[in-house]
């Protein structure tokens, strides 16, 4: 129902900043929460944030403050500005769709490597 594709992960330092995009289609409509999670190797998948469809958002402990969730409605894109990074936010990054009337659907993930 709704196709979600990530970009923007990569190799970067210990206090960098990255901004990952998700773009959807199809039926964008259908959409009521999105979210960001993250999957770090050997560890659960993993909430980091999401936006609901009025604007509030939701942070994970771990990023508050550091990793800010936005969107773009004009481009079917939602965002995640991940600043100050650390090696433990090294994880694939996936967007999810939660739709209105149930079901969701994923992303492919795309992975950051925060490393020196």
């Known amino acids: 129902q709704v196709q979600l594709v990530e970009s923007g992960g990569g190799l970067l330092q210990p206090g960098g900043s990255l901004r990952l995009s998700c773009v959807a289609s199809g039926v964008i409509g259908s959409i009521h929460i999105m979210n960001w999670y993250r999957q770090a190797p050997g560890k659960e998948r993993e909430l980091v944030a999401r936006?609901?469809?009025?604007?509030?958002?939701n942070y994970a402990d771990s990023v508050k403050g550091r990793f800010t969730i936005s969107r773009d409605n004009a481009k079917n894109t939602l965002y995640l500005q991940m600043n100050s990074l650390k090696p433990e936010d090294t994880a694939v990054y996936y967007c999810k769709a939660d739709l209105r009337y149930g079901g969701y659907n994923w992303g492919k993930g795309t992975l950051v490597t925060v490393s020196s």
């Open positions: 936006i609901f469809s009025a604007g509030t958002t």
